[in-house]
Nanobody, 122 residues
Framework: QVQLVESGGDLVQAGGSLRLSCAASGSIFRINTMGWYRQAPGKQRELVARVFNGGSTNYADSVKGRFTISRDNAKNTVYLQMNSLKPEDTAVYYC????????????????WGKGTLVTVSS
């Protein structure tokens, strides 16, 4: 079994910063991508940022220049540093990972965390 556990969500004023963390644990064989998605009330879940096994990254246009994703492979952990937060960044942030387990090392599947709430007040 695999678990993704997020932390770091909070209430913050516009212009402030937060750092989200997500740790993957369990019977993990190999991780390809780790990333963050978010879902605001009444909206679809959208990609925020992701980091690939080789270290390359991509970001949603709305967060470029403000958010930075990083990854600690030794800890199976991904971070999202969020600066210059805006009210429109308010959402539940979900961790996502494409990985293979020790039970099925040749099959990569997507796993999700339960989410952490980020609220940005104006």
């Amino acid at each position: 079994q695999v678990q993704l556990v997020e932390s770091g969500g909070d209430l913050v004023q516009a212009g402030g910063s937060l750092r989200l963390s997500c740790a993957a644990s369990g019977s993990i064989f190999r991780i390809n991508t780790m990333g963050w998605y978010r879902q605001a009330p009444g909206k679809q879940r959208e990609l925020v940022a992701r980091v690939f096994n080789g270290g390359s990254t991509n970001y949603a246009d709305s967060v470029k220049g403000r958010f930075t994703i990083s990854r600690d492979n030794a800890k199976n952990t991904v971070y999202l540093q969020m600066n210059s937060l805006k009210p429109e960044d308010t959402a539940v942030y979900y961790c996502n990972s494409e990985l293979a387990t020790t039970q099925r090392m040749d099959v990569f599947m997507f796993y999700w965390g339960k989410g952490t709430l980020v609220t940005v007040s104006s």
